[in-house]
């Protein structure tokens, strides 16, 4: 498991994370010419898949273009339910904030995912970092760390990404904070919430 700097706080980081334990920044893999690198050690083909999702997001944004056929809106429609969720993973973020893996009904509608955004948003107001992976299945839930660490057969990681419906950021020090939202999974039409 190689570790880098993170650029926000300089403590090592696991390039097999999404955000800095110590800080809760999103984590980024530079490009190094050297070979040993944590680009050329990184084989984590969704934390890949993620980067470059993140980085097409972020040039789609400074280009004024949205990322997906679904269009972006940053609140929740009026009247849309907010769906249940319940916590099947939690841990805490060092620098100030928490992580969580949560459950939704199956197949919620983007409507619904951007209800539970300003949910989360709502519930995350005084916390200075916050992670959330919301899946709509238990069994995917389940396997998130798993396919994380490359240990899942391919069938299981498949369904792992068709059930991975959404996923919220929030870090104080860098300012970000949106929800992307994935409801067909991450292989699916995606659009972002930003807050």
Known sequence: ???????????????????????????????????????????????????????????????????????????????????????????????????????????PTEENLRALGDRLRQDTKNDRNAIVFVYDDDRAAANRLAAILEKLASVDLRHHDRHRVAMYLRNANTGFHELDITPGGIDGPSANAKY
Do not use: D
Request: net charge positive; charged share 20%.
């Open 1 to 107: 498991m190689p570790l880098i700097a993170c650029h926000e706080c300089g403590k090592e980081v696991s390039t097999e994370a999404h955000a800095c334990p110590h800080c809760g920044a999103p984590v980024r893999i530079e490009k190094s010419g050297s070979r040993g690198s944590a680009r050329a050690e990184l084989k984590n083909p969704q934390l890949w898949l993620f980067v470059l999702v993140l980085a097409i997001v972020a040039i789609w944004t400074l280009n004024g273009e949205k990322p997906s056929s679904i269009p972006e809106r940053s609140i929740a429609t009026p009247n849309v339910r907010v769906p249940a969720y319940k916590v099947v993973e939690q841990w805490t973020i060092t620098n100030g904030g928490f992580g969580r893996t949560i459950v939704v009904a199956p197949n």
